[in-house]
């Protein structure tokens, strides 16, 4: 099974990373054909059309994120709405390629505010491309850190288990 992790905050410091990061190096302990695609890297190009062409971090991306069964998607808030960096990157998918894939989501705000509506929004993007999405979305506030790294044992737990409960279905619509 090919799995993508994707970090969906464009900030070159962003906490999503982190999170995402840390969801990366545990799928990669079950599953090494694992690829991580950081937003933060700033390597994804502005989608400009069909007909430009695109640098090469941007055509691995989406053909990372088509060729993958389980996406594993890491999103912060942003003005009540998930990252706009994930938006334009779903621009470069072809929704053809991608039907009964399954994806698992971590959602990162500042504080308890708008989780579900952005889950809602992330699921209806995953709808259109016909992918399955596990309906247990993990939401995380950036209390979780200190020092730059996950210091909340409870939150890694909820990664972990979102990512074990993701592949499982993924799994099992493989049969």
């Known amino acids: 099974m090919k799995i993508v992790v994707i970090s969906a905050s464009p900030r070159k410091t962003a906490n999503t990373q982190i ?3 840390y969801v990366n190096e545990y799928t990669k302990s079950k599953n090494p054909d694992t690829k991580f695609i950081n937003l933060s890297d ?3 190009e502005c989608y400009r059309g069909f007909d ?3 640098n090469e971090a941007t055509k691995n991306a989406a053909k990372d994120i088509m060729e993958a069964d389980v996406w594993l998607i890491g999103s912060p808030i942003y003005n009540s709405f998930f990252s706009s960096a994930l938006k334009n990157l779903f621009e470069y998918v072809d929704y053809k390629k991608t039907e009964g894939k399954v994806a698992g989501m971590a959602i990162l705000a500042a504080g308890n505010i708008g989780f579900v509506d ?4 992330i ?3 995953l709808s259109y491309f016909r992918v399955i999405t596990n309906p ?3 939401y995380l506030t950036t209390e979780i850190f200190t020092d730059n790294q996950i210091s909340n044992e409870d939150a890694k737990n909820r990664l972990k288990e979102m990512v074990d409960e993701t592949l499982q279905l993924a799994s099992k619509l493989k049969k």
């Not at 952005?118 to 929004?121: A, I, K, L, R, S």
């Open 19 to 21: 999170i995402m990061k």
């Open 52 to 54: 430009v062409e695109y």
């Open 118 to 121: 952005v889950q809602t929004v």
């Open 123 to 125: 699921t209806q993007l």
């Open 42 to 44: 700033g390597e994804i």
């Open 136 to 138: 247990k979305a993990v």
